[in-house]
């Protein structure tokens, strides 16, 4: 077992095209989003395992002896698998909650908690550690941000086990891992997902493994090699949605106007597949204006698609008008009703330009980020490469 401090992270991700239309069978383009989820494992050796997740307000430890104790059968399988439901209840009395802690609280401590127990058990006893999550993410947004902690947590604890290698090579910033182990990471990383929201797609943990950007569609996933990354705004208009509530909209109204629906869902998979393909293009050749040309025109006809559909909001339209006003085009992402959109920047937009369309949509309630989509991976890193800011979140390193 490793004993040296590990500092892993992970990125969100956001839906370039195909949201709701993946639903009915259609393409859909997962892109990691470059807002980071960071993670740092503290071996030690004073009998505790700790878990530290200050952007939601979590803290708590157990006694590794106590643990060690308690009958683990519920965990003993050949194979690795998704927790069943009778899984998860028993990893409710491990976790000993107190009363006051939040659904959202206690699925953390259990993703986390199935984690540990299932791939230290192999040890000859369970290790004592701290581990400290921070995120750029924000919870909640369908960003991909319990997806991040998930294949965060399963990494750092799979290489402190060394089922896989620590990949950082001396004098190196950041690793990455192979394919093969990436492929463990992302296994892993399901069950917590799993455990987090009972049957995930497994999209989000496969982006925040893989990083840049994935083909979707009817449970088959594929990676564009080498996709460019393109500079975004992203917009989180913090108005609520209820992704289920919106799923249902969209099927109420295909059912209600089939011939009307359909075709709607066959010009986004349609839109879909004209983005995979120029990103292709772009990928295999220096990327020209035209193609960015050509990804604003697509993001307009996605965003009034979407509307049509009926997961538009005021908050959306007004995002899209307040960047238009700016040269800039946008759409929702994700299930819309709400929630977050994206701005495309292209590379001969000026700084002055996004600073005043980030002031513009501040000035509207919206919390804005400059960021990029197409970003890496699930990272391994040294602690002098992370800013100042992401040590002092994980403890001052």
Known sequence: MLSEVLLVSAPGKVILHGEHAVVHGKVALAVALNLRTFLQLQPH???RVGLNLPNIGVKRAWDVARLQLLDMSFLEQGDVMAPTPEKVEKLKEVADFPEDCTNHERLAVLAFLHLYLSICRKQRALPSLDITVCSELPAGAGLGSSAA????????????????PNPLKDGEATGRWTAEDLELINTWAFQGESVIHGNPSGVDNAISTW???LRYQQGKMSALKRPPALKILLTNT???RSTR???LRVRNRLLKFPEIVAPLLTSIDAISLECEQVLREMAAAAP??????????????????LNALGVGHASLDQLCQVTMAHGLHSKLTGAGGGGCGITLLRPDVEEP?????????????FDCWKTSIGA??????????????????????
Do not use: F, W
């Open 149 to 164: 902690y998930s294949v965060c947590l399963a990494a750092a604890l799979l290489t402190l086990c060394e089922e896989i």
């Open 245 to 247: 509530d919106l799923v």
């Open 238 to 240: 913090k108005v609520p």
């Open 376 to 397: 890496p991976g699930i990272s391994i890193h040294s602690a002098a490469s992370l800013d100042t800011a992401v040590r002092q979140a994980l403890g001052g390193l």
């Open 45 to 47: 050796s004073n009998g």
């Open 288 to 305: 020209t204006p035209e193609h960015y040309l050509l990804l604003e025109e697509l993001v307009d006809m996605n965003q009034h698609q």
């Open 353 to 365: 330009v996004v600073e005043a369309t980030k002031q513009a949509l501040s000035g509207c309630g």
């Open 211 to 213: 990083g840049g950007v």
